[in-house]
């Protein structure tokens, strides 16, 4: 996660290391870590600080991932703490970390392309491309296979679509580039 | 949650960020109607999960709210203890998924409506969202910057949709340009300037309702041009008025079905 992590004092990289142990609440086979959402770790007088930031913005899985995140660091002898919510800067799926992209694939899950440098100065014209296939290929996370296609455009949660393969014929989950 | 902004900053209007919220929140409620009842199974899943996205975002900007106000309320307070004539959504977004009968009729929900509401609105949030990112308050640019990803989503997969069944069988293409024409004369609420957009305005908010008129008329003479529809000429009469609290008689039962659990058992945690 770029820019998160700076160099820390001894008891935040133990609580870094801890937060390894902690993993997404849908998706088990991710950490928090890999998913690229911690933001921040810090020790003061009032105990330690998490900052998490949501990746949807109804994501119902963001309250459990603060509750695991507080019995984790319980666990393990850390006394009070808190957990923060940040918006800004928005989660991308950019901040995946290479391990977690491979951890997703084993897992079955197509991991998610780059997304490419959006513009956000002013308005532009979007264009529609609705009977040609998506531009990127999304490789078959199970037999490697580019020869895919998209099923459904949204699937189980929030952040995955629905694909099959062409070649080995198995449907698989997406993790839409967001 | 960001702390409070600094003196210098400018912060949105209540009344805006309400605005906003409740656009998101009556057409995520709106549209959760095709949960159960969704013509494709593939569709139920995005009509579901779009409506979980703008929930989402409401939440957020009630959250907002609440946490300025400081007079202990909270998201709930204005989700569900409001009444119709509180809410500041566009008329457009409350109407039934169906042509025009009296508020107490039953009829089948048409996809066609469904589709047109969600490109017409999405087209407005695109641009509006993007205008937002960079605007004086930062805990509103925070949302718009999350809420933008979400719409260039949906928009895709409205006009998706929008294409498929306007350039599609005779009967499909007669059902999207009534859904077109039936809808059209609402969208004259985007463009009237008034306390809204001036209260907005004053607070240095960057809404810029010219650029944002001509995005929204690019957006939308694509996609129509794409689906064989014809767009329908500049609405003439009266213009809806939904986002200063004038609704159409659909909104209080909407809201009725929706309030009604948080109502019968006050304060209660779920």
Known sequence: ?178 | MSAVAADSVALAPTDYLLHLADNALVLGQRNAQWCGHGPILEEELALANMSLDLVGQARLLYDLVARRAADGSTEDTYAYWRDASQFRNYTLLELPHRSPLVGYAQGDMDFAITVMRNTLYTALMVPLWQQLCDCSDPDLAAIAAKSLKEAQYHLRHACDWLVKLGDGTDSSRQRMQGALEHLWPYTAEFWVSGKLEALARSAGLLVDGAALESSWNAIIDAVLEQATLTRPPAPEGYVSEGKVGVHSEHLSFLLAEMQSLARAHPGAQW
């Not at chain 1, 998160?4 to 950490?31: N, Y």
């Not at chain 1, 991991?111 to 979007?126: E, F, K, M, T, Y």
Request: with cysteine.
């Open chain 1, 1 to 178: 996660m770029p820019g998160a992590r700076q160099a820390a004092m001894p008891e935040e990289e133990s609580i870094w290391t801890l937060l390894e142990q902690v993993s997404d609440p849908e998706i088990p086979v991710i950490s928090l870590l890999d998913l690229g959402v911690v933001r921040q770790v810090k020790v003061d007088a009032q105990g330690w600080l998490v900052v998490i930031t949501p990746t949807y913005s109804a994501c119902p899985a963001l309250s459990q991932m603060a509750n695991d995140i507080v019995s984790t660091l319980q666990r393990a002898g850390w006394g009070p703490g808190r957990v923060q919510t940040q918006l800004a800067p928005a989660w991308s799926t950019d901040w995946i970390s290479p391990r977690g992209r491979d951890r997703l694939r084993e897992y079955g899950i197509a991991p998610p392309a780059p997304i490419h440098s959006q513009a956000s100065d002013g308005a532009r014209v979007l264009h529609f491309l609705p009977r040609k296939p998506l531009a990127e290929s999304v490789p078959c996370p199970r037999c490697g296979s580019e020869q895919t296609t998209q099923t459904s455009r949204f699937g189980s949660t929030a952040c995955k679509a629905l694909y099959r393969c062409l070649s080995c014929r198995e449907p698989f989950d997406y993790f839409k580039p967001y």
